[in-house]
Each structure stands twice: as C-alpha cells, then as structure tokens.
C-alpha cells in the first residue's frame, strides 16, 4: 500500500519517559567512581544528545582522564541495558495515538540519539517496536541528530516523502533536526532539555499525544 504521510519520533522524553532509569544507571556509575549524583530533573536537561554527551556534561570539570571517562560511560551503558525497562513509561497517549496513524496508513520511524541496540530493546519490551518501519539510533549512520541526514534517510529507508514528513520531538535537538531536513516540527513540552518551549522552535505545541490525531490530520 502506498504510504500517505511519515511521522519521525524522538524517543527519550517523546514516545517514552526513560528518565528514572538513566538516572538509575547515572547515579550507578557515579556512586561506584565516589562522584555527585544527579536527581530527575538534572537528568532531563541532560539526555538529549546520548549517553555520551549526557555523561561528559554531567561530568564538567571534575573528571579529566579521558580513559575513566570511557570506563564510566562503558559502565553507564552496562547497567542501562540490564535495566532498561524498569521505570519507564509510555508517554500518555502514545499507543492510542500509533494505533491510529496506522489505520491511517501512515508510515513511522524512530530518530533517537540512543544507541540503536538499546533503542530496538526498549521499544521492544514495552510492545512499540512493532509500529516502526525503522529506527535509527546514534550509532546506525556517521551522524545523528541535528544532522538532517539523520532524519532524510530514515524516511528514504523507509519509502516515505520527505514533503510529506513531519517530527516529533521534546528538545532543541529535534527542532534543529526538523529545520535542517526542512519539515515541520511538533514539540512536546516539558521535555527532556534546559531550554523552556518558548526557546525552542517548533510549529505545533503539545503536552503529550492526547488529541494529537486531530492535528496530525491537517496536514494530511
């Protein structure tokens, strides 16, 4: 069947709140190396670009060895995927809001600055995995997000038209990858980033998926 529309997701902070389990495995590694843990709300302003990024951020100025800093993130991303699925949470309305882009035949993809393994895992333990034609984490290309090929060749891989593309997100991240690949970009509020909606660019606003069809079906 011929696809009418893509829809490109985020899924930190966007399809799924995965926030108490990274602060899980954060404060983990963090505890073990006798360094400052995070609480929720650091953790949110942190996890927007990857556990790498996330980590050094986290880090500063107090931790210069680059070989430790390896070690810790390998730790990080050890314990995580041990516990992946703790905590986590759909973000409320996400399944009713999937179940309805399919009937309408329209094709999904994940863009996430996951790790891809992790990312397939997690979608997979909580029954979203199946919505998606393809999911690209930060390790599927050389780049990721805000790059727009991030974005471009998810919807290539998956047959889609990128006129007829729009992205779901919750940080600057996303928005810069929407505006780089030139598609419309929906933001989520209260997402996983430091910056207020305000100081976000986006082209639709919303609190979580609830009632999201209705919007999805202008641009249709």
């Known amino acids: 069947?011929?696809?009418?529309?893509?829809?490109?997701?985020?899924?930190?902070?966007?399809?799924?709140?995965?926030?108490?389990?990274?602060?899980?495995?954060?404060?983990?590694?963090?505890?073990?190396?006798?360094?400052?843990?995070?609480?929720?709300?650091?953790?949110?302003?942190?996890?927007?670009?990857?556990?790498?990024?996330?980590?050094?951020?986290?880090?500063?100025?107090?931790?210069?060895?680059?070989?430790?800093?390896?070690?810790?993130?390998?730790?990080?991303?050890?314990?995580?995927?041990?516990?992946?699925?703790?905590?986590?949470?759909?973000?409320?309305?996400?399944?009713?809001?999937?179940?309805?882009?399919?009937?309408?035949?329209?094709?999904?993809?994940?863009?996430?600055?996951?790790?891809?393994?992790l990312a397939i895992d997690l979608l997979k333990k909580i029954d979203m995995y199946k919505y998606f034609e393809y999911v690209a984490g930060a390790d599927t290309f050389a780049f990721n997000k805000p790059d727009s090929r991030h974005l471009t060749n998810t919807v290539e891989i998956i047959g889609g038209n990128l006129k007829k593309t729009i992205m779901i997100g919750d940080s600057e991240v996303d928005s810069m990858s929407a505006q780089n690949a030139g598609v419309p970009f929906v933001l989520i509020q209260d997402g996983y980033t430091d910056k207020t909606y305000k100081e976000i660019k986006h082209d639709v606003l919303i609190k979580d998926f609830t009632n999201l069809d209705k919007v999805i079906e202008k641009y249709l």
């Open 1 to 117: 069947m011929t696809q009418i529309y893509t829809i490109l997701f985020d899924l930190d902070g966007t399809l799924v709140d995965t926030a108490p389990d990274l602060m899980a495995a954060h404060n983990h590694v963090m505890k073990k190396y006798g360094k400052n843990q995070k609480k929720l709300s650091d953790i949110k302003t942190l996890a927007s670009r990857g556990a790498w990024i996330m980590m050094q951020r986290s880090f500063k100025e107090e931790i210069k060895d680059e070989i430790t800093k390896k070690k810790m993130v390998d730790e990080f991303i050890d314990f995580y995927s041990k516990n992946i699925n703790k905590k986590s949470q759909p973000i409320k309305g996400v399944f009713e809001f999937l179940d309805w882009a399919k009937s309408k035949n329209i094709s999904m993809g994940v863009c996430t600055n996951k790790r891809e393994h």
